[in-house]
Nanobody
Framework: VQLQASGGGLVQAGDSLRLSCAASGRTFGNSATGWFRQAPGKEREFVAAINYSGSTNYADSVKDRFTISRVNAKNTLYLQMNSLKPEDTALYYC??????????????WGQGTQVTVSS
């Protein structure tokens, strides 16, 4: 499975961005998928996930600002990020689990896409 993330950039606080993650080699509908991020000097952290049925889960820090979605027909995962804050600055990774639910660690990871939010 190969995951290709895109859509990062430099924005100002309060702006929006939409990240995309295109998958090949596996049907998205058969896996839970999600987003993680890693800020400089910090551990990689969970951001959001969506399971095979569309049920979602978010980190408290992004709840009500970020929305994860997926278009199975396009094998593409999205992360709509609104009301961005400087503390959202990080390298964002898309990931896929081997199973239908987001349990344990993902099996596959994409390369990161950088999101930088200026104050």
């Amino acid at each position: 499975v190969q995951l290709q993330a895109s859509g990062g950039g430099l924005v100002q606080a309060g702006d929006s961005l939409r990240l995309s993650c295109a998958a090949s080699g596996r049907t998205f509908g058969n896996s839970a998928t999600g987003w993680f991020r890693q800020a400089p000097g910090k551990e990689r952290e969970f951001v959001a996930a969506i399971n095979y049925s569309g049920s979602t889960n978010y980190a408290d820090s992004v709840k009500d600002r970020f929305t994860i979605s997926r278009v199975n027909a396009k094998n593409t995962l999205y992360l709509q990020m609104n009301s961005l804050k400087p503390e959202d600055t990080a390298l964002y990774y898309c990931a896929a689990w081997a199973g239908l639910y987001y349990s344990g660690s993902p099996r596959w990871w994409g390369q990161g896409t950088q999101v930088t939010v200026s104050s």
